[in-house]
C-alpha cells in the first residue's frame, strides 16, 4: 500500500513539473534582431540572431544610370544615386535626383516602375503664406492622388502632422523660431492582413502651403497571391519577450511595441517586424527593430 501511494505521490510531483516546464517552453515563433540603437549598452546579440535586412544603401548593378518619368503632367529626367530596401519593407527601390527641379525619384528596382518622389524645401516655400482649411484639403488632395494607386476602400487611413522650420530645423521648442514655417500632413493608406498593418501601403506628404511635398508607393498588392497563416499574437508577444530578455540580460528595463508590420522577408517569409522603445533602468532610453517569422 506504501509503495502505491509513493507511486501516485511521485507520479503527481512529475505531472506538477511537467506543467511548470510546459509554462516555460520557447515560442514556436523564431525571432531575428534587424536594428538597434548604439547607445553603449553590452547586449548579447550573436551573429546567427542579427539579420541585415534593411537600412543599408546598395548598388542595383542592373539600374539605368538615367531614368525619366512623368507626373503631373511634368517630364522628369533624373540621374541614378543608390538602391536599398526601406525599413519593414519588401521590395528594392532604386533613387534617381532631379537636380533641375530639386526632387528625388524612386523606382521599383524589379519592375523599374516608377514609385514615388519627394521634393525638397526651398526658401520660397517657408515664406509662402498658408492656405485656408489647408488640412482638408490636402487630405482631399492626398486621397485623389492615392486613387489613381490603390482602392481606398481596401484601405485603412492614418495622418501625423509635422512642423519643419526655416530658421533651425534642429530647435523645435515653440515660440524659438522665426516666422518661416511648413507644416507638412503626412497620409498613410495601410493595407491590413490578418489584422495587422501589412507593408503594402501608399503614403502622401501634402503641405500647408497646398503643395505636394511626397508621395511613395511600397508593395503594392504584395500579400495578394499569397496566404499567410493566422498570427498567434500570444505566441508572438512571448517570442518577443523572450528575445528581449535574451538580447538585453544584463539589465533591468521595460519596454513598449510602439508599431508592427507584417511584410515578406528578402528570404521571402511572412514577418512581422515589431518597433520597440525601452527604457533601461539607471541606463538610457533606446530602441530595437526585430523581426519575428509567422511561417
Not at 63 to 80: N, R
Amino acid at each position: 500500500m506504501k509503495k502505491i501511494s509513493a507511486l501516485i505521490i511521485s507520479l503527481i510531483f512529475c505531472l506538477m513539473l511537467a506543467a511548470c516546464n510546459s509554462d516555460k517552453t520557447q515560442s514556436k515563433y523564431q525571432t531575428f534582431v534587424c536594428d538597434c540603437a548604439n547607445d553603449g549598452l553590452k547586449i548579447n546579440l550573436e551573429n546567427d540572431r542579427y539579420k541585415d535586412w534593411w537600412g543599408k544603401d546598395e548598388t542595383n548593378s542592373t539600374a539605368p544610370e538615367t531614368k525619366q518619368a512623368t507626373f503631373d503632367g511634368v517630364d522628369y529626367s533624373s540621374s541614378y544615386v543608390w538602391s536599398d530596401i526601406p525599413a519593414s519593407r519588401h521590395n528594392m527601390r532604386d533613387t534617381y535626383i532631379n537636380e533641375d527641379r530639386n526632387a528625388e525619384l524612386s523606382f521599383d528596382s524589379l519592375s523599374g516602375e516608377f514609385a514615388g518622389i519627394f521634393f525638397y524645401y526651398t526658401w520660397e516655400n517657408y515664406d509662402a503664406a498658408d492656405i485656408e482649411n489647408s488640412h482638408d484639403k490636402a487630405l482631399e488632395q492626398a486621397k485623389q492622388l492615392a486613387s489613381g494607386y490603390i482602392d481606398l476602400d481596401e484601405y485603412v487611413l492614418t495622418e501625423t502632422q509635422d512642423p519643419h522650420y526655416k530658421d533651425d530645423e534642429e530647435n523645435t521648442e515653440i515660440g524659438q523660431h522665426g516666422e518661416g514655417r511648413i507644416t507638412v500632413y503626412d497620409f498613410t493608406f495601410t493595407k491590413k492582413v490578418n489584422g495587422f498593418n501589412t507593408s503594402d501601403s501608399f503614403v502622401v506628404g501634402i503641405t500647408s502651403k497646398g503643395d505636394l511635398q511626397s508621395f511613395h508607393a511600397y508593395d503594392t498588392g504584395l500579400f495578394e497571391q499569397r496566404d499567410v497563416p493566422e498570427i498567434d499574437k500570444d505566441e508572438l508577444a512571448k517570442s518577443i519577450d523572450e528575445n528581449l530578455k535574451e538580447i538585453y540580460s544584463k539589465y533591468e528595463y521595460t519596454y513598449e511595441i510602439v508599431k508592427q508590420t507584417l511584410t515578406l522577408s528578402p528570404e521571402e517569409k511572412a514577418v512581422v517586424v515589431s518597433q520597440i522603445a525601452l527604457d533601461v533602468k539607471d541606463k538610457c532610453k533606446t530602441g530595437i527593430l526585430l523581426a519575428t517569422e509567422i511561417e
